[in-house]
């Protein structure tokens, strides 16, 4: 397997037969616990950002050698937002399964201007419809996080 496609689909885990990007994005939303618990909330943003540059490489040498614009097996970008949304909640299970929820709300439905930058050409379109569903999660957790609520 070429190092691109490794990554492009996480190891394989883009290949499962249902719901790829929410097993991603579940896998994900494990891997981001012990990362903000030894790197903080800064460190899981970090972490969040490089999958993204790295994704952007990935999910494009991936795509072409599909020949397909933005492949359903290509979830790099689940992880990616995942470790992004998660990055503005509090640490705590409920916030972190608040995010996994509006994050995958806002990566399915991609609400306007979302659904425009999935558009973008190559891997940087693979990638940034997640990182904006990835904020705009982010943003309602920091809210919510602000009132107090969760």
């Not at 399964?97 to 609400?111: E, G, N, S, V, Y």
């Amino acid at each position: 397997m070429k190092l691109s496609a490794a990554i492009a689909t996480v190891f394989g885990i883009g290949r499962v037969p249902v719901a790829p990007g929410t097993v991603a994005s579940a896998v994900a939303l494990v891997l981001a616990w012990p990362i903000v618990l030894y790197g903080g909330r800064f460190g899981l943003l970090a972490a969040g950002l490089a999958a993204s540059a790295i994704g952007a490489w990935a999910g494009e040498h991936y795509a072409n050698d599909t020949k397909q614009a933005d492949p359903s097996e290509c979830v790099i970008d689940e992880v990616a937002g995942q470790w992004i949304a998660c990055a503005f909640a509090p640490v705590s299970f409920l916030a972190f399964l608040l995010a996994f929820i509006l994050f995958r709300i806002f990566d399915i439905l991609k609400p306007w201007p979302i659904s425009k930058l999935e558009k973008l050409p190559g891997g940087v379109g693979i990638m940034a419809d997640d990182i904006a569903a990835a904020v705009a999660a982010g943003a309602i957790i920091a809210i919510l996080a602000h009132l107090r609520i969760v």
